[in-house]
């Protein structure tokens, strides 16, 4: 049997295997065979009779991989895997409540609720104790608590500098929260795990009996844990401290979940005697796309040392194709792909969801079928239908369809009950529901605060018709936007706050989209046809993701276009985290080009169109670092190619960090700023820069200093421009010109 399980594995895979006596680090680089690992060390451990099923605990990120590594295990030793603690931390940490469910507070026969539940109860709580939802949404609070709970802490542990979080009320309001849970015998997902870490930290014995018990026990994804994952983990293994985790700080890019890359990094201080163990045979990718990889990821400071090859030395080299703007771009994409001949081959990895539009559009013009990985094509995300139901009433009035999905989007009063009154009468009477509506103001029949609302409802969509006959279109949507209130829905989300964003990163390419077409017809029949385009052929066609999404995907041929500075590295990144956002930026460009086995092709534009005028863009200073013996630069009709680099690749634009891009708002009225902070007195010398002093950025244009926090590479301005509104910066990175 042994020949069986260890047979295939290479040196470090078999020593990664074999070495079953102490803690271990497995440091997995991309594509060398991880789960494999992972599978053949249980087998070895039941095969050698190191441990029976219920004396190893493995952990897995999602249910889909712990089935799938018992059935690998259960094939390779021809056994039953019953008995092991194998899944999620979820599901382990629920199993371990459900056996001691008293010494937690509650019921063996408790209930976890959902997201759902969890937002109703903590409306409740909120509104009883006599607060404005609207301005304190449970979503925020649910958001807080989440987020507390993920760092171990109970209502009397939260820090004092966090506890002024939703208006100094938080503590108060998750304390109530915990009692109303454990009132009713139930548990929330954050529960899971801070419950039965207390559990084990309030109760030795119990936690004795388990340290006891798990003589193995194996973490994957490692550098995906959080603190309190990483607590329980630690508080777990004390008795034979026989833990293995594999993982990749180089592929660790969820620090907006919580997870924390530091827990991969310092495994071998947290326990002593730690043998670690380098996976660096790539048996996916070729020579010269790993040696791009390992060129660029160098470049991090935060991780551990180690090189990938390939049997396989060379391959072909990564073609960099400079393109002249994103029409460009998604053409070339899409008639390499179309030349490719295998669509399944073939994916496209996005930084962001914002850029799948032109290329979309592209692939519905060539005919080319296409799956969307992990999310929803362009057309069909909420934000997008909504902003276009907005289009489609301006354009028709007898769109009942249009009317119903937005006249309370966003919220603004309009309950279902009214909607069913305006729809009950428009079929009574064979109208659309719109002159329904009309018909119901002009009555005096309903109560003045209803009144008031389908009046300023209805007013908006007249006021917006008229305009759609004085102003282009992408005008037009800039003001709907604005003015019905679904910006300030976005900007006002704090619990999804990066959904959000992303949300509005969607509309800002739909407001460019409108940019194409002369009138509203035109735009709507693009829209239907290339919905009626949807063919759903899941077999071959082409995959388009974000990067995100594709973490643990590979394919033949990979593209990565947008290669740009406030793209990739995205520039919310920068302003915001810094120095680590750079990294962690960097760490998405690894695992992207990392999911391509023979071809990659990454592109970039010398403009973008913005607001109807091109912008230029500068390359990302990633391509500066990647080894150039590794790379094609291919030749480009760009006009402004020839000026920042050559056929061969130039040095001008190498390494280069300036920012690109152009704000959201067009128009000069104030957008609530994304930051409130406090000043700081007038013409107090901060570094190189002065409070109050008068700036220019090359996205956010003028603007004046009001706050500096940090010194040094960690020195944050708190800028407010004349139109973005107010931002934070990090001084080092935001190349900011005084005037």
Request: one cysteine or more; hydrophobic letters at 35%; aromatic letters at 8%.
């Amino acid at each position: 049997m042994e020949n069986q399980i260890l047979q295939g594995l290479n040196a470090p895979q078999l020593e990664a295997v074999k070495h079953t006596e102490g803690p271990l680090l497995i440091l997995a680089g991309a594509g060398t065979g991880k789960t494999r690992v992972l599978t053949s060390r249980i087998a070895y451990i039941l095969g050698e009779g190191l441990a029976t099923p219920n004396e190893i605990m493995s952990v897995t990120f999602t249910n889909k991989a712990a089935k799938e590594m018992s059935e690998r295990v259960e094939n390779l030793i021809g056994a039953s895997t019953s008995g092991m603690w194998l899944g999620t931390f979820h599901s382990i940490g629920s199993r371990l409540l459900r056996r001691h469910a008293e010494l937690a507070g509650l019921n063996q026969n408790f209930v976890i609720i959902d997201m759902d539940d969890q937002k109703r109860l903590l409306k409740q709580i909120i509104v009883e104790n006599g607060i404005d939802e609207k301005q304190w949404p449970p979503r925020l609070l649910g958001s807080i608590i989440s987020n507390w709970k993920d760092s171990g802490w109970r209502p009397e542990d939260v820090p004092n500098e966090k506890k002024i979080a939703f208006n100094n009320c938080g503590v108060q309001l998750y304390t109530e929260y915990q009692k109303r849970l454990e009132s009713m015998n139930a548990a929330d997902f954050g529960d899971l795990l801070l419950k039965s870490l207390l559990l084990l930290k309030n109760n030795p014995q119990i936690a004795k009996q388990y340290q006891d018990r798990f003589k193995y026990v194996l973490v994957d994804e490692y550098q995906d844990t959080n603190s309190v994952q990483y607590q329980w983990l630690r508080l777990l293994v004390m008795g034979y401290k026989n833990i293995c985790v594999v993982g990749d700080d180089d592929q660790s890019i969820y620090a907006w979940r919580g997870a924390k890359v530091e827990n991969i990094l310092k495994f071998d201080k947290d326990f002593a005697g730690t043998k670690t163990i380098r996976l660096e045979q790539n048996y996916r990718s070729s020579g010269h796309i790993l040696k791009a990889a390992a060129g660029l990821i160098a470049k991090n400071n935060s991780r551990h040392d180690k090189t990938l090859w390939t049997e396989d030395a060379n391959g072909e080299t990564v073609e960099i194709h400079p393109v002249y703007d994103g029409k460009e771009e998604a053409r070339l994409i899409a008639e390499r792909i179309d030349n490719h001949g295998k669509y399944s081959d073939c994916a496209v990895l996005v930084r962001t969801a914002a850029q799948t539009r032109p290329i979309e559009e592209a692939f519905v013009k060539n005919k080319i079928d296409y799956t969307m990985v992990g999310g929803l094509r362009f057309y069909e995300r909420k934000e997008i239908r909504d902003a276009i139901a907005y289009l489609r009433l301006i354009q028709s009035l007898q769109d009942s369809l249009a009317f119903e999905r937005i006249i309370n989007v966003p919220k603004r009063g309009i309950g279902k009950a009214t909607v069913d009154e305006i729809s009950m009468l428009a079929r009574d009477q064979e109208i659309p529901m719109y002159q329904a509506t009309t018909g119901l103001v002009n009555s005096g029949l309903i109560p003045p605060r209803l009144l008031t609302k389908l009046r300023e409802f209805t007013g908006n969509i007249e006021r917006w018709r008229t305009e759609a006959k004085e102003t282009t279109l992408d005008r037009l949507m800039e003001d709907v936007l604005e003015e019905s209130g679904y910006l300030d829905m976005l900007r006002n989300d704090k619990k999804n706050e990066d959904e959000a964003k992303n949300r509005m990163d969607n509309l800002k390419e739909l407001v460019r989209a409108l940019q194409e077409y002369d009138d509203l017809t035109s735009f709507l029949e693009h829209v239907s046809l290339v919905m009626d385009g949807d063919t759903r052929n899941m077999g071959d066609t082409v995959k388009l993701s974000t990067i995100h999404a594709a973490k643990g995907l590979e394919f033949d041929t990979v593209f990565i276009p947008g290669f740009e500075e406030g793209i990739f590295p995205h520039q919310r990144s920068l302003d915001e985290s810094g120095i680590k956002g750079v990294e962690e930026e960097r760490r998405l460009a690894y695992v992207a080009i990392t999911r391509a086995k023979r071809k990659l092709i990454i592109s970039h534009a010398s403009t973008r169109m913005m607001y109807g005028r091109f912008d230029a863009s500068t390359p990302s200073r990633f391509l500066g670092e990647m080894p150039e013996n590794s790379l094609k630069f291919v030749e480009s009709t760009a006009p402004s190619w020839r000026s920042m680099s050559s056929a061969t690749g130039g040095s001008n634009w190498r390494g280069s960090n300036s920012g690109t891009g152009s704000h959201w708002a067009r128009k000069t009225k104030e957008v609530e700023p994304m930051f409130v902070t406090n000043t700081q007195p007038t013409g107090k010398k901060v570094g190189d820069y002065t409070i109050g002093s008068r700036i220019f950025h090359q996205k956010f244009g003028y603007g004046a200093i009001r706050k500096s926090e940090g010194k040094g590479e960690t020195q944050r301005l708190t800028i407010q421009f004349e139109k973005a509104g107010q931002k934070k910066l990090v001084a080092a990175l935001a190349n900011l010109q005084k005037v």
